[in-house]
DNA sequence: AATGCGGGGAG
DNA sequence: CTCCCAGCATT
């Protein structure tokens, strides 16, 4: 049959076209300059879910300051989560903490170099896994990240929705055939998603300049707008926060984030949630431990609206700064701890936080 | 199989 | 505004 030859045909030319059109086109960056698992590694945890632009920065900043993995297994947990601040998805840096201890203390500092053995460290699942075994040890084995969907559908004319179990085992077993022709693996596995980054790009492809346009069923059907299929996302939830931001000689009280909830293991200050939008503080249910302090305190804030838009919520805040008179200090959660602005500027806090904070101090 | 987890840039 | 980014862990 006349299909399924050309079938064959575009499945084992297409890594070799990718990688010819990779050695013409790819971004000149620094983690591409490096076989030493470690700073790929680092890479690739940063650009989870993060494009290059922003990673990039946070890359440099890694490497200058945790030079080997020995020294981010040194590393204080504040510090490093100080390092990534703005980045977020924070378990990110915690699992690589965690990771390097591994590495260093129960595999005397032998980064593990198979996919299966990538695959049991914290923080590395099939894509990581797949990426530092490839890019690192040479191993054929291929990555599957949201460019990879993107231009397998497209090319593949794939109408499977991306974000189901059965989409993901389709588009590895796909994937897998694919990198079986490819010249190096490394450098395919990079062509694709670099492909996909900058050419075969969500939005706005540039069917005309394309290496494989006569191959690809998206563009043969039109439908390149339509693929790949991805389920509507669950609706952003509504959340209202007000913060009141404690001070005294200069001092201000804030805490550790420690529940199951966003920016775990950043630093907040006393935070009253409520279910819906609270404009003054005489709105707010003041509980036992702190409405002492506040009715005895003097609020200085009559504060605006800040909004904080996660994926996945959206958070309104206000801020509350209360001047806590001397003697009253004590009746405060013992779960706030004072310190002062140079203090705080070495504590890993949510982007909400830091910008309140610079307003307050200028 | 579903859900939660940040922040920012592009269009 | 919407989409989605070199995904992963947990339940």
Redesign the pocket.
């Known amino acids: 049959m006349n299909w399924l030859s050309d079938l064959n045909k575009i499945e084992t030319t297409f890594a070799p076209i990718l990688e010819q059109w990779y050695l013409i086109h790819k971004r000149d960056?620094p983690?591409?300059h490096t076989r030493d698992p470690y700073r790929i590694w680092l890479?690739?945890v940063i650009?989870?879910?993060?494009?290059?632009?922003?990673g990039k920065p946070y890359y440099e900043r890694f490497v200058n300051t945790y030079a080997t993995i020995a020294d981010l297994a040194n590393a204080d947990e504040r510090e490093l989560l100080r390092l990534w601040q703005?980045?977020?998805?924070?378990?990110r840096a915690r699992?690589l903490h965690q990771t390097a201890r591994y590495v260093t203390l129960q595999l005397d500092g032998k980064f593990p170099d198979t996919y299966q053995d990538l695959l049991k460290m914290?923080?590395?699942?099939?894509?990581?896994?797949a990426?530092i075994a490839s890019f690192a040890f040479g191993e054929r084995v291929p990555v599957v990240?949201?460019?990879v969907y993107?231009v397998l559908a497209r090319v593949f004319g794939i109408n499977e929705d991306i974000t189901?179990?059965?989409a993901k085992k389709i588009f590895a077993a796909l994937a897998m055939r694919l990198i079986q022709s490819a010249n190096d693996p490394a450098t395919y596995n990079?062509a694709i998603?670099?492909f996909?980054?900058i050419h075969c790009t969500?939005?706005?492809p540039d069917c005309l300049l394309c290496p494989i346009q006569q191959a690809c069923v998206a563009y043969l059907t039109g439908r390149q707008h339509q693929l790949p299929v991805?389920s509507k996302k669950?609706p952003v939830r509504e959340r209202y926060f007000s913060y009141l931001v404690f001070r005294q000689h200069g001092k201000i009280a804030l805490r550790e984030r420690i529940a199951?909830?966003?920016?775990?293991n950043l630093h907040d200050f006393y935070l009253l949630e409520t279910e819906d939008q609270k404009e003054a503080l005489q709105g707010l249910p003041l509980p036992e431990e702190i409405g002492n302090v506040v009715q005895n305190s003097v609020v200085a804030d009559s504060p605006a609206e800040s909004v904080?838009?996660?994926?996945?919520?959206r958070i309104r805040a206000r801020f509350y700064l209360i001047d806590v008179p001397e003697g009253l200090i004590d009746s405060l959660p013992t779960d706030l701890h004072w310190y002062t602005s140079e203090e705080i500027s070495h504590l890993p806090k949510?982007?909400?936080i830091t910008n309140y904070l610079e307003n307050l101090f200028g």
């Open positions: 960056l983690w591409r890479s690739e650009l989870q879910q993060t494009r290059v632009a922003q703005g980045l977020g998805y924070y378990s699992n914290k923080g590395i699942g099939t894509y990581t896994a990426a990240d949201g460019n993107r189901t179990t059965n990079q998603m670099e996909g980054a969500p939005v706005a991805k669950a199951r909830d966003v920016w775990q904080q838009l996660l994926s996945h919520q949510p982007v909400l």
